[in-house]
Structure formats: C-alpha cells, structure tokens
C-alpha cells in the first residue's frame, strides 16, 4: 500500500472515531427528550388517536403531565381553553359582517339562529358551519311552549326571540349527539365533557382564527292541543335556506322559519285525531310547511300580510313584500297568490291553514 493510501485510510478512521465521540451526532432513539423529560413515541401516537394534535404539543402535553394520556388530555383541555380565551379576547374587535343563516326543525319545534366571522372562507369551513348547527339545535331543544292564541281566539306570533345572553351560557345539545360538539368532522374537543356554547365559540376561534360572533336566534314550540279539541289549532313550523354551505346542509347565507297554524274543518275530527290516523296528512302538511319557508326565502319577503299603512304600489315585474300577496312559484310554478293556492290546497283535505308567523333572515341584515 503506498504511502498517500495508508495516509487516506487512517484519516477516514479517525474521522468515523472522532464522529462516534463527538457528543453532537445525531442517534436513534424510541423516545423524544423534551426539557429533559424522555416521551416514548407509543404515548405521543395513543394521545394523538384520541386528540389528533401536532407532535410538538403531544409532547409537551406529555411532558407536562408525567406521561400519562388522560392527565394530557385534560392538560390539552385547559391549555386550549386558555389560549381561546385569550385569541378570542384579541380578535373581539374585529368586524363581522360574513357567516351563516341556520334553520332547525324537530317535529313541533324549530329554531333559526345567525352566526357571523370575519370572512366567507370561514363561513364555509366544517368547524364554523358545524358549530352554527348546534347552536340553532340547542335553541330549537331548549325553548319552551307558548301561548297560541289570544282571549278573543286569535292566533299570536309563537316565535320567540331567543335572548342572546342566556343561550350563550347554554350546553351544547347537538342535532347529531354522535358528531360531537362542533361538528362530525372536527377534532378540536379535547375531552368529552359537556360545553356550554360561549366555550364552543371559544374553540371555533382558537381553530380559524377569527372572530366569531352570535348575532341573534329565534325559536318555537308548538303546544300541543287537546286531541278532542276542535277549535285548538295545531302549529307545525317549516324551515328553508338558500345557499347551503353543505349538500343537504341547513345553513346558508338567507333563512326561512314559518309556522302553519292547521284545524279541521270537519268537526267531528279534531286535527290532532285526524294527524294520528291519517300519516299521509301529516306528511303533506309538513312538506307544505317547508315550501311556504321557501317560498319566504325566495323572494324579498318582509310579513305575512300587509295590516296597515298606505297599499304597497309596485312597478312592473315586482313582486309583494307581503307573502300572502305573491304568487306561489315555490309550489309547482303557481301563478296564482299564495293565499289562493294554500285556500284550496286546505280545502282539499277538509283542513282550514294559516301563516301564524314568519322570519326571514340573511347574514349581515340590521335587525
């Protein structure tokens, strides 16, 4: 071997032992040091299972908790809440002029809320439109019946303008209790624990960073009349929205809530008797429900019918702000007012049917 090739050898060989011993070469391990705390990497695998979160904050939930996943999720839990305070606190000022129109109906109860951000992009994200679900959800399921009529028998507005301040300190009630508090696919829960939905909010704005406001909710239950009554009405609400963020979705840029107000015209049938043995009554009755919500959120409607001021004089081609006043497109195309139309349509069925109420809300209206 010549003298240049004993020279070359013997440098790699000092090279490769200086590189063992130098404290700065990289080694493989099963664990991660994090401020001289070891976290194995199964743990920060078990943890991200359940709480599907970067490694950096698996491991320093891990860290801080003496490696114990249930110890890091409730660890996560609070870290989260904190930071959401604080980002909430940071974004407050913030205008919201996008977001969501969510309408909810569950039999005999129904509920319309909207939930502003800052920006469409947001209002069209999973975590947003998931969280703008169960808050209408938990208006619809926490209202309570109201009187339907007045001492001289007639029908009163039954919606109620849910007050913001009390529906923020709320639980959580998800239309879908399976999907989780803010929607089926988020993972931004730590914890199954109830939350209240000022704490939803919170993590909505953790996760997309803005702010997140609610803007206003209505709500409605129906009572339910004697079922030998003949001059109780039944009250069914019908629910629309028009640029839904999901397919099938309830939540969209404008809103429709309305509620039918139904008697039996034949009196030895009370409504209530005749709903009970007839389900093919029933089922019209709730899909025509839904086509006067439509019909609401098709057109610039402002109330059921005019009831007083000067007559509303329209230019041709416009149509009545007063949904009574305009013809029912939403039902197979009619011409025909949608006062004429619903008339015969009850009278068909032995059934007398009024619009008791109306909202139609789109985002970003003055209220």
């Not at 305070?85 to 109860?109: C, D, H, N, Y």
């Not at 947001?122 to 703008?132: S, T």
């Not at 329209?314 to 139309?341: A, I, N, W």
Request: aromatic letters at 4%; one cysteine or more; a neutral charge.
């Amino acid at each position: 071997m010549s003298v240049s090739s004993r020279f070359l050898t013997s440098s790699l060989a000092s090279l490769r032992q200086a590189t063992l011993r130098s404290p700065s070469a990289k080694t493989f391990s099963t664990s991660v040091c994090l401020n001289n705390v070891k976290v194995p990497i199964n743990l920060i695998a078990e943890l991200r299972k359940q709480n599907p979160i970067s490694l950096s904050k698996a491991r320093e939930a891990l860290a801080a908790s003496d490696l114990s996943v249930s110890a890091a999720l409730e660890w996560l839990e609070k870290d989260l809440e904190a930071s959401g305070a604080k980002k909430a606190a940071k974004v407050g000022s913030r205008a919201t002029k996008e977001g969501l129109i969510a309408v909810t109906v569950m039999g005999t109860r129904a509920a319309m809320v909207e939930l502003r951000c800052e920006t469409d992009f947001v209002a069209k994200n999973e975590i947003f439109r998931g969280l703008a679900e169960n808050v209408c959800s938990t208006a619809a399921f926490l209202d309570l019946p109201v009187s339907s009529s007045s001492s001289s028998g007639a029908v009163l507005d039954p919606m109620t303008s849910f007050p913001i301040d009390e529906l923020l300190q709320a639980p959580v009630i998800p239309l879908d209790p399976a999907a989780g508090l803010l929607s089926s696919s988020s993972s931004s829960s730590s914890s199954p624990s109830p939350q209240n939905i000022t704490q939803a909010i919170t993590s909505a704005i953790t996760h997309t960073g803005e702010n997140i406001q609610l803007q206003r909710a209505v709500s409605f239950s129906s009572p339910i009349p004697d079922e030998k009554s003949s001059t109780q009405p039944f009250l069914l609400p019908g629910v629309y929205v028009h640029g839904a963020v999901k397919s099938g979705g309830n939540e969209g840029k404008v809103g429709g809530l309305v509620v039918l107000s139904t008697i039996s015209t034949t009196k030895s049938s009370p409504i209530m008797e005749r709903l009970a043995s007839n389900p093919s009554l029933s089922g019209d009755l709730q899909k025509m429900a839904r086509t006067v919500a439509r019909q609401v959120v098709g057109f610039p409607t402002r109330d059921v019918k005019q009831s007083g001021g000067p007559p509303v004089i329209l230019e041709e081609g416009e149509v009545s702000p007063y949904l009574l006043e305009q013809p029912f497109m939403m039902y197979q195309g009619e011409q025909r007012t949608v006062k004429e139309v619903l008339s015969e349509w009850a009278r068909e069925r032995d059934i007398k049917v009024d619009v008791a109420a109306i909202r139609r809300w789109s985002v970003g209206d003055e209220e």
